[in-house]
Each structure stands twice: as structure tokens, then as C-alpha cells.
């Protein structure tokens, strides 16, 4: 009982990060091949292609890469601008948003990731809405 209340004090004092939705995914190499996928789908997707021509495929590819790999909890650190900045002269409209995030998670199907890593992804993506939207 008192190893249990130790064990359950100390994780308080220095508690792991949670790595369990990085691990989910299938790690770096994982997110990586979820986000080669998703510029396949962007690229055949009508509604928002055209935002992306003569972007840096190589440079888009590396920073999502980081920064989903940051926010689900792994060992990354996105080092690309700002989202606000970004997206600011884009005028994403709401469908646009939605068909990006609907080609993510058939990205994420094509690469058998749990529906509930899925979810939890999205969550943690939602908070960004206003900054890509400029609102
Ligand atoms: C959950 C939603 C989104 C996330 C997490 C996201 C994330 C990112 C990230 C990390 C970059 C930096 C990549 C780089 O350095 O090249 C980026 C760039 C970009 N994003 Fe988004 N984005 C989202 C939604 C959208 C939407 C809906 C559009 C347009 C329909 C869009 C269009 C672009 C374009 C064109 C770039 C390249 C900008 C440039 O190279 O100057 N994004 N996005």
C-alpha cells in the first residue's frame, strides 16, 4: 500500500508526457507517411488544391510532420511560422477548413490508425481554427 502511494506520489511530482497518441500513430515514421497521403488527397481535392499551388511540397511535408508529431506528444518540435501568419492572406472559408481536416482523417484510415487516435488528433488540432480561419 505505502509502495503503491510512493509510486503514485512521485508520478505526481514528475509526471511522463503523454506519448500514448504519438504512439498511436505509428511514431514519427507514421506521422510522416499520414502527411505524404494527406498531399496526395490535397492535390486531388477541388475544393482546396488551388491554395496549395507552388508551394514547398519538401518544407509543407517536414513542418506538419513536426508539428502533428509535437502536438500528439512526441519528441518534436515544429520550427515553421506562426499559423496566424501563415494563413493569413488565404481566406479560408469553413468548407475549406473541413475539407482539409476530412482529407487528414482518410489519411489517417489509409494508414490503419485507431479511430479513437483519429479523434484525439483532431481535437488537439481544433484549438488552431481561429488562427487558420483569421478570426
Ligand atoms: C487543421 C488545419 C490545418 C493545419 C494544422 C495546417 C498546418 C499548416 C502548417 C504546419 C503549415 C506550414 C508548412 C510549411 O512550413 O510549409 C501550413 C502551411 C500551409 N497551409 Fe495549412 N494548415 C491547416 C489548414 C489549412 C487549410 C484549410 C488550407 C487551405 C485550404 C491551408 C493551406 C496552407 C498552405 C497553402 C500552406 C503553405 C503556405 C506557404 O508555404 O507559405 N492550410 N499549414
Do not use: W
Not at 33 to 55: C, S, T
Not at 66 to 78: A, I, K, N, R, W
Amino acid at each position: 500500500m505505502m509502495a503503491v502511494l510512493f509510486l503514485a506520489g512521485c508520478q505526481a511530482l514528475n509526471p511522463e508526457p503523454d506519448t500514448s497518441l504519438y504512439q498511436q500513430l505509428g511514431e514519427r515514421e507514421g506521422i510522416a507517411n499520414i502527411v505524404e497521403d494527406l498531399l496526395y488527397l490535397i492535390v486531388e481535392d477541388e475544393r482546396i488544391n488551388h491554395q496549395f499551388k507552388g508551394m514547398d511540397v519538401a518544407q509543407f511535408h517536414r513542418n506538419l510532420t513536426d508539428q502533428l508529431c509535437e502536438l500528439s506528444g512526441g519528441p518534436c518540435t515544429y520550427t515553421g511560422r506562426e499559423m496566424r501568419e501563415l494563413h493569413a492572406d488565404m481566406a479560408i472559408t469553413n468548407t475549406q477548413f473541413n475539407a482539409l481536416v476530412e482529407n487528414l482523417i482518410l489519411a489517417m484510415e489509409e494508414n490503419d490508425a485507431p479511430t479513437g487516435a483519429q479523434n484525439r488528433l483532431i481535437k488537439r488540432l481544433l484549438p488552431l481554427y481561429p488562427d487558420i480561419r483569421n478570426l
